[in-house]
């Protein structure tokens, strides 16, 4: 039976992916896969499986429910939670044995008061991106400070890591030169005191700018096979991990003056066959896409054809009825020769490829494979031993 609405992830692709991201630190760096929105949905445990498999050594999460939901599928990696925790998410982070990024003192005390065993701090200098850390050098080094003196104390957290984040890496080398020059000083100065992990690349930080690589790279869309410059994955040696799939669950002909879908917003000016397909918004399929996008169905690209529906698109297959009830239709992947990107659907969106991805709602089944071998859920943790193998419960 067809599933209605499938995002087949190929596991080889993100360990390629990764393997790729490392060599373009030339394997001078580590490299921490960010594996926040469930994996930018494509399975948060089942990517970060894939991608330690390729060479990642730690995963990166925006929340402490992330860290927890990797501890709950087996994953012991060391995990990275990126994001701000409030006192009630700092348990749960801690609890999961998340590391934490820190940029005020307050923060630590709530840290030093709810550490139950050693925490390892990374402390974030905001060199420009306007949101967490301090833009303070004289702040970032005294929480660094503070870090350090807790340890010293009762060995509680250790000063782990220096880091910043940077803010157009993808469209604006200046100003991301500007970012590393405030940024620099700062980790020179922590290297020198501790022994810490200095890191700031995003994905596109990596692909173009060496300077930025420092001790690891903190790689998201890259390791899933989109481009961090919203362009082809092929220019940057990125394979897409994600096909989003569907089937033709209905074909019926239009006649002249018939309309498909809310609103009418397609009218058949000619004879015309329908196809409808059992995924819409309430899949991650945007709205937007309304009458501009296509889908391919067995090699060809026909264009969508009214209103995405919550659950449902139509699409406009032609005069003859070469497109049968049953036929595998795609959104994002390849059919024959031809193929449409997570980015093309981003420009038609005037969006990035990220947003597109992560939009694929928990509705839509997620399906494994090893370039097209089926594997179990690699993220169904108790199912699975520390390989991501199947074992029996
Ligand atoms: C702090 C931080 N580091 C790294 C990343 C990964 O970025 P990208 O997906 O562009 O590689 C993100 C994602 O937004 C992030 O918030």
């Given at each position: 039976m067809a599933l209605r609405a499938v995002a087949r992830v190929n596991l080889a692709a993100i360990e390629r992916n990764t393997e790729r991201l490392r060599r373009a630190t030339a394997g001078q760096a580590r490299l921490c896969a960010v594996v926040k929105a469930n994996g930018y949905g494509h399975g948060a445990a089942a990517a970060g499986r894939a991608a330690l498999q390729g060479g990642a050594t730690m995963l990166g999460v925006a929340t402490a429910g992330e860290a927890r939901e990797l501890r709950d599928a087996g994953i012991e990696a060391p995990v990275l939670v990126l994001g701000a925790l409030s006192a009630e998410e700092l348990e749960v982070a801690l609890d999961a044995r998340g590391e934490v990024v820190a940029w005020d003192e307050r923060f630590v005390d709530d840290l030093t008061a709810a550490a139950r065993g050693p925490v390892e701090v990374h402390v974030k200098l905001?060199?420009?991106?306007?949101?967490?850390?301090?833009?303070?050098r004289q702040t970032a080094l005294a929480v660094a400070e503070q870090v350090a003196g807790t340890s010293a104390r009762d060995a509680g957290l250790r000063l782990a890591g220096a880091m910043t984040h940077f803010a157009t890496a993808d469209e604006d080398p200046e100003f991301l030169a500007v970012q590393l020059t405030a940024f620099e000083p700062f980790a020179q100065t922590l290297r020198e005191r501790a022994q810490i992990v200095v890191h700031a690349a995003n994905s596109a930080a990596t692909l173009r700018?060496?300077?930025?690589?420092?001790?690891m790279v903190r790689c998201g869309i890259a390791v899933y096979g989109c481009d961090p410059f919203n362009a082809d994955p092929d220019a940057q040696l990125l394979e897409p991990a994600l096909e989003l799939t569907s089937y033709v669950a209905a074909v019926k002909l239009a006649r002249p003056g018939e309309s498909a879908g809310y609103g009418r917003r397609f009218i058949a000016e000619r004879e015309t066959w329908l196809a409808t397909i059992p995924i819409g918004y309430g899949d991650g399929?945007?709205?937007?896409?309304t009458n501009n996008c296509d889908i391919l169905i067995g090699g060809r690209r026909y264009p969508m054809a009214g209103t995405v529906s919550m659950d449902n698109i139509t699409v406009d297959?032609?005069?003859?009825?070469?497109v049968a009830v049953g036929d595998e239709a795609i959104l994002i992947g390849r059919s024959g020769e031809e193929r449409q990107t997570a980015e093309q659907l981003a420009h038609r969106l005037q969006t990035i490829s990220y947003e597109v991805v992560c939009?694929?709602?928990?509705?839509v089944t997620r399906a494994y494979h090893r370039d097209g071998a089926e594997v179990p859920d690699p993220g169904a943790g108790p199912l699975c031993d520390r390989d991501g193998a199947r074992v029996a419960r």
């Open positions: 905001d060199s420009g991106m306007g949101r967490y850390g301090t833009r303070s700018e060496p300077a930025a690589h420092f001790d399929v945007n709205r937007a896409l297959v032609g005069s003859e009825p070469g939009g694929i709602s928990s509705r």
